[in-house]
């Protein structure tokens, strides 16, 4: 039988204010979720991200974002579907980051059949600041709608 692999991958710098969102939900999501579940934080760098989706089933990431919507905003994006919107990580501090990390995957046939981005958007990333307290205050959400997304697809048969 196949080893099934399956991974949440929290993104950011967290020394970058809201950057850190991605970790902090993978923070809270550790301990929460069935053994089999990995749980990871990356800062973002695309070789790491693609050396983390090797032999993958299921890949979930959560980073923050800067598209212009309100700070908290949450987004859900499957990017086996389609390839995440233009300047959405528009101010990554990840450099050559998520976004290449995944349409590289995809143009290299190594996407993980099941790929899905949370973004939550950040307001401030300035160096040394903590979240922003609409950035916090989404953290509790965020990883509530990765659980309730989760759990379906992770019950033991």
Excluded: K
Excluded at 43 to 65: E, K, P, Q, Y
Excluded at 78 to 92: N, Y
């Amino acid at each position: 039988m196949p080893t099934v692999r399956r991974i949440i991958i929290g993104l950011g710098n967290p020394d970058r204010g809201d950057d850190a969102v991605g970790r902090v939900v993978a923070q809270q999501l550790r301990g929460t979720l069935p053994a089999d579940i990995e749980v990871a934080e990356e800062r973002g760098d695309a070789t790491a991200l693609m050396a983390r989706f090797a032999d993958a089933n299921a890949v979930f990431l959560i980073d923050a974002s800067a598209s212009g919507a309100p700070a908290g905003t949450i987004r859900r994006f499957d990017v086996t579907l389609a390839a995440l919107p233009q300047g959405l990580f528009g101010l990554s501090t990840h450099g050559f980051g998520l976004a290449a990390a995944i349409e590289l995957a995809r143009a290299l046939g190594q996407l993980p059949p099941q790929c899905v981005v949370y973004a939550v958007e950040g307001a401030s990333f300035e160096t040394g600041a903590p979240l922003s307290p609409a950035v916090a205050a989404a953290v509790t959400e965020a990883a509530d709608r990765l659980r309730a997304e989760i759990a379906p697809i992770f019950v033991e048969p």
